[in-house]
């Protein structure tokens, strides 16, 4: 396992009540899976598995957050955790609301399992479809201007491109618009989310 030094600037900058509830699963998941490999995928730490997602984790300002791709069918749970982004296992303050080890263990493996079935991923239960928002007509053009910007725009989930459509289109100010169009191509050329400074607090 090679680290990823993105991962370890992100541990970092988090809140310290945070540290050894993120160190602890980057920790498990390798041991549970060795051939496991460090990204980051929309701004949060991730683990893949023969080049597909295995899981992710975050910190936010208050709480941390563990979740497995194929969520629903790793844990039998059809639905994520109250709360968006809160994985299956909820809002973690503390490593004691982590499952034990042999059960992680065990989530990491099945997994991994689905993984080597080929099994697609299926959306939990709670989720109810959004239909995609269409880009402003500014906001398009600004991200013509810059290529970086536009790759991670369109690099984006659906959900964090949403994020960024609605900041803007819901300003009741032009002058208000216009900074947040600006901030959003700003941060879309340094790979950030719309709610990264959450995610690393």
């Known amino acids: 396992m090679t680290p990823d030094p993105r991962i370890d600037a992100y541990i ?7 540290w050894p509830i993120l160190r602890h699963l980057r920790a498990a998941v390798h041991a549970a899976c060795l051939e ?33 791709w194929q969520g629903a069918q790793v844990t039998g749970n059809g639905t994520e955790a109250e709360g968006e982004g809160m994985g299956q296992f909820g809002k973690l303050t503390r490593l004691s609301d982590l499952p034990g080890k042999r059960e992680l263990t065990g989530y990491v493996r099945q997994a991994m399992a689905l993984i080597d079935s080929g099994a697609q991923r299926v959306p939990t239960g709670a ?5 995609p928002l269409e880009v402003p007509d500014d906001l398009a053009a600004a991200l013509k201007k810059d290529a970086k910007a536009r790759a991670t725009f369109d690099g984006f989930a659906p ?43």
Not at 38 to 67: D, N
Not at 127 to 131: D, I, L, Q, S
Request: glycine share 4%; net charge positive.
């Open 12 to 18: 970092a900058k988090s809140a310290e009540f945070a």
């Open 36 to 68: 496991a490999e460090e990204t980051v995928k929309w701004g949060m730490p991730s683990f893949t598995y023969r080049g597909k997602i295995l899981c992710s984790m975050a910190a936010f300002k208050q709480h941390a957050s563990f979740g497995f």
């Open 127 to 131: 989720a109810t479809p959004r239909a």
């Open 159 to 201: 959900s964090y491109r949403r994020d960024y459509i609605e900041w803007i289109t819901e300003a009741k100010r032009e002058d208000t618009r216009q900074r947040r169009l600006k901030q959003t191509v700003e941060w879309l050329a340094e790979g950030k989310s719309r709610n990264w400074k959450y995610m690393k607090c």
